[in-house]
Antibody, heavy 119, light 113 residues
Framework: HVQLQESGPGLVKPSETLSLTCSVSGDSISRYYWTWIRQPAGKEPEWIGRMHISASAIYNPSLKSRVTMSLDTSNNQFSLKLNSVTAADTAVYYC?????????????WGQGTMVIVSS | DIVMTQSPDSLTMSLGERATINCKSSQSVLSSSNSLNYLAWYQQKPGQPPQMLIYWATTRHSGVPDRFSGSGSGTDFTLTISSLQAEDVAVYYCQQYYVSPYTFGGGTQVEIK
């Protein structure tokens, strides 16, 4: 089965760019849709966006102006960039995919990486 | 956006009791083309990612104990734990995957009395 692992800086300064990578193992990244989700402490998960090798990325309209996602098929990784961050972007960030049912019902998740936005 | 509203916010039950969690969507998540409800349920334990329990509103994911069941259609859904076990202490979320942006309910904390 596919396994996902997030990586990236745990601390980002306000107004800077948050950059995270999700490393995929167990299957080719070209096969599935890949999603980023974040979860502030004590709150519900928030869908950030998803992409596929053969389709344009779609983003949450609430974040669309600040988000970019990309795929690196040679390294089997996909990435998230969120610019102009504020304290409101502090959260655990997950990469995820949906395989069993639908691409947007998530049955495979990474363990998550905590990102704190602070000076 | 489709707003997902869960109730109650928290639930404290005794071991072996039946627990029921409700989820209401602000618009229908039932597809007229395939008659499927685009609704999933997740369980999240502290320090872990959410884990899928149910998809298509009623289909139990592989490996999920049969004490977990999902029901409902359209805008009203229910997750039932038929006999609460100690390992079921967690937060439970519903999620619609019918229309982007895909949205989650606010969560229901389940605890043991």
């Amino acid at each position: 089965h596919v396994q996902l692992q997030e990586s990236g800086p745990g601390l980002v300064k306000p107004s800077e760019t948050l950059s995270l990578t999700c490393s995929v193992s167990g299957d080719s990244i070209s096969r599935y849709y890949w999603t980023w989700i974040r979860q502030p402490a004590g709150k519900e998960p928030e869908w950030i966006g998803r992409m596929h090798i053969s389709a344009s990325a779609i983003y949450n309209p609430s974040l669309k102006s600040r988000v970019t996602m990309s795929l690196d098929t040679s390294n089997n990784q996909f990435s998230l960039k969120l610019n102009s961050v504020t304290a409101a972007d502090t959260a655990v960030y997950y990469c995820a995919t949906g395989i069993t049912a639908e691409e947007d019902a998530f049955d495979f998740w990474g363990q998550g990486t905590m990102v704190i936005v602070s000076s | 956006d489709i707003v997902m509203t869960q109730s109650p916010d928290s639930l404290t039950m005794s071991l072996g009791e039946r627990a029921t969690i409700n989820c209401k969507s602000s618009q229908s998540v039932l597809s007229s083309s395939n008659s499927l409800n685009y609704l999933a349920w997740y369980q999240q334990k502290p320090g872990q990612p959410p884990q899928m329990l149910i998809y298509w509103a009623t289909t139990r994911h592989s490996g999920v104990p049969d004490r977990f069941s999902g029901s409902g259609s359209g805008t009203d859904f229910t997750l039932t734990i038929s006999s609460l076990q100690a390992e079921d202490v967690a937060v439970y979320y519903c999620q619609q995957y019918y229309v982007s942006p895909y949205t989650f309910g606010g969560g229901t904390q389940v605890e043991i009395k």
